[in-house]
Nanobody, 126 residues
Framework: QVQLVESGGGSVQAGGSLRLSCGVS????????VGWFRQAPGKEREGVAA????????DYAESVKDRFTISRDNAKRTVYLQMNSLKPEDTALYYC???????????????????WGQGTQVTVSS
């Protein structure tokens, strides 16, 4: 089994930064894609970023490219999402998830992921 726990969310002014962390337990994490997703009230869940098992291949939603950076430290069993130049439209509940069936070319589709954390709230004020 895999367990994921997000942390680092909070409230910031537009233009500010936050760093989200996703702590992962379970041996299946060692060879799994991990992604960050977000969902705002009344909207569908959307992919934000994904990273391969080795951390060398990443993908981002067009709306966050050049602002967000996903990384992972497998020794610490942690995946990070550095968010800079935050905008009010980034406000959402952010989830991390693991796709146990893939190690690279990770999907940005939430239905591809089978292990989820409980989420951490990010609120950006104008």
């Amino acid at each position: 089994q895999v367990q994921l726990v997000e942390s680092g969310g909070g409230s910031v002014q537009a233009g500010g930064s936050l760093r989200l962390s996703c702590g992962v337990s379970g041996y299946s994490y060692r060879s799994s894609c991990v992604g960050w997703f977000r969902q705002a009230p009344g909207k569908e869940r959307e992919g934000v970023a994904a990273i391969s098992a080795g951390g060398d291949i990443t993908d981002y939603a067009e709306s966050v490219k050049d602002r967000f950076t996903i990384s992972r430290d497998n020794a610490k069993r942690t995946v990070y999402l550095q968010m800079n130049s935050l905008k009010p439209e980034d406000t959402a509940l952010y989830y991390c998830a693991a796709d146990l069936a893939k190690t690279y070319w990770c999907s940005m589709e939430f239905r591809s992921y089978n292990s989820w954390g409980q989420g951490t709230q990010v609120t950006v004020s104008s």
